[in-house]
Every structure is written in structure tokens, then in C-alpha cells.
């Protein structure tokens, strides 16, 4: 059974950082990319970064430069660490797998961002 469990979601003040974490099971993590997206109240979920197979990395515009996407193969584990963090990256963020044509999310973990 795949699943995909996030953790380190948390209320931050605006400028701090948090690293979010996602741990997989049940399929071959190597060989799938990894993608984080968030979705705040009232908003559709938009795709924050991608990690590839190979560790290519791309990201949403508004994280460029604040948030690193990363993964360790041998722990089957991908992160977020975000830094600089603003009030608009107050959201629910879920990990997520795209395999044999299904996407699979995780239940996702609250980010909270005070002003």
C-alpha cells in the first residue's frame, strides 16, 4: 500500500523557517519524483516544488529562493525546508507521488505564517 505521511508543519512567525518532512512506503521511491503542494482556504492546490528522479528540482515563482526541496533515497524521505516564510504561505502542504498514472497524497501538514 503506498502512503505518504508529512510532518513539521507548525504556526511561525512571518521571516522564520520551517522544514517539512515526508516519509514513503509501499512503493520503489527512487524511481518516482516527488512533487510538494500546498492549498490555503478558498484556493485551488497549486504544485510549490518538484524534485525529480535525478534530483532536478523546480519551483513555484513565489518560493524561488526561499524554499529547497530535497529527498534521501535511502530513508525513502523527501523535505521542504522553507525559509523567509510569509503570511501567504499559510496553507495545508501534502506531499505527493505520481505512479502508474495515479497521483497519491499524504494527509498533509498545516503551515501557519503570523504577521
Known amino acids: 500500500e503506498v502512503q505518504l505521511v508529512e510532518s513539521g508543519g507548525g504556526l511561525v512567525q512571518a521571516g522564520g523557517s520551517l522544514r517539512l518532512s515526508c516519509r514513503a512506503s509501499?512503493?520503489?521511491?527512487?524511481?518516482?519524483?516527488i512533487g510538494w503542494f500546498r492549498q490555503a482556504p478558498g484556493k485551488e492546490r497549486e504544485l510549490v516544488a518538484r524534485?525529480?528522479?535525478?534530483?532536478?528540482?523546480n519551483y513555484e515563482d513565489s518560493v524561488k529562493g526561499r524554499f529547497t526541496i530535497s529527498r534521501d533515497n535511502a530513508k525513502k524521505m523527501a523535505y521542504l525546508q522553507m525559509n523567509s516564510l510569509k503570511p501567504e504561505d499559510t496553507a495545508v502542504y501534502y506531499c505527493?507521488?505520481?505512479?502508474?498514472?495515479?497521483?497519491?497524497w499524504g494527509q498533509g501538514t498545516q503551515v501557519i505564517v503570523s504577521s
Open positions: 524534485i525529480s528522479t535525478t534530483g532536478t528540482t
Open positions: 509501499g512503493f520503489y521511491f527512487d524511481d518516482y519524483a
Open positions: 505527493s507521488a505520481r505512479i502508474l498514472q495515479l497521483d497519491y
